[in-house]
């Protein structure tokens, strides 16, 4: 079956401008999280959703970051003028419910910050 | 909080040799605890995770862990190194009191092999 897909694959922009990162999940997992990678702070968690829950916002780095799941599905990870510390790959994963379910990885977006 | 660590940010084998990956970790609840491979610009993949079942986890590709709570570790081994076994390797911990909640990664492990 399908995977986690993102979209795009890679992104280059100018610092200052905004940008929109897409996660499709998995059909029918109810969690979804995203993380960001980086080279000097390796992986890091964002955001996580569960179902209609609030999200747990607690990763995300400042306010110019946000995210949103419409409909229980498909994710939008927005930064707000980017900076290029902001730089990094960003990976979407989802799980059939959380806990110790596995979530599974899409192949993220790589982010370029000029 | 819970945190990992992963001793040695590189590991070199000989084909054939054993593998041997270590992952620390530290947390004030029992963990599920996670090993994922990444190939270059690739996602991460699930090797194994252990949940409180057999300290003993076997997962894909040969690949087994062991989780040892007197030591905190959950050091993941392979008893011969293939050369498509070159990646790199991150050990996560999740809090299993919590239902949903992130994982914590290590910084990682790159695995090199040499023919």
């Known amino acids: 079956g399908a995977g986690v897909s993102q979209s795009p694959s890679n992104k280059v922009t100018e610092k200052g401008k905004d940008v929109e990162l897409r996660c499709d999940p998995i059909?029918?997992?109810?969690?979804l999280y995203w993380y960001r990678q980086s080279l000097g702070q390796g992986l890091e968690f964002l955001i996580y959703?569960?179902?209609?829950?609030?999200?747990?916002k607690s990763g995300l780095p400042s306010d110019r970051f946000s995210a949103e799941r419409t409909g229980g599905s498909v994710s939008t990870l927005t930064i707000q003028r980017t900076q290029q510390e902001d730089s990094a790959v960003y990976l979407c994963a989802s799980s059939l419910q959380g806990g110790s379910e596995t979530q599974y990885f899409g192949p993220g977006t790589r982010l370029l910050v000029l | 909080a819970q945190s990992v660590t992963q001793l040695g940010s590189h590991v070199s084998v000989s084909e054939g040799a054993l593998v041997l990956l270590r992952c620390n970790y530290s947390?004030?609840?029992?963990?599920?605890l996670f090993w994922y491979v990444q190939y270059p610009n690739q996602g991460l993949q699930l090797l194994l995770k252990?949940?409180?079942?057999?300290?003993l986890v076997k997962g894909i590709n040969g690949f087994e862990a062991e989780f040892k709570k007197s030591e905190t570790s959950f050091h993941l081994t392979k008893p011969s190194a293939h050369m498509s076994d070159a990646a790199e390797y991150f050990c996560?911990?999740?809090?299993?009191?919590?239902?949903?909640?992130?994982?914590?990664f290590g910084k990682g492990t790159t695995l090199s092999v040499s023919s």
């Open positions: 252990y949940t409180s079942a057999a300290t």
């Open positions: 947390s004030s609840v029992p963990p599920y």
């Open positions: 959703f569960q179902g209609n829950s609030a999200p747990d």
């Open positions: 996560a911990v999740s809090d299993r009191g919590q239902a949903g909640t992130a994982l914590i």
């Open positions: 059909s029918g997992h109810t969690a």
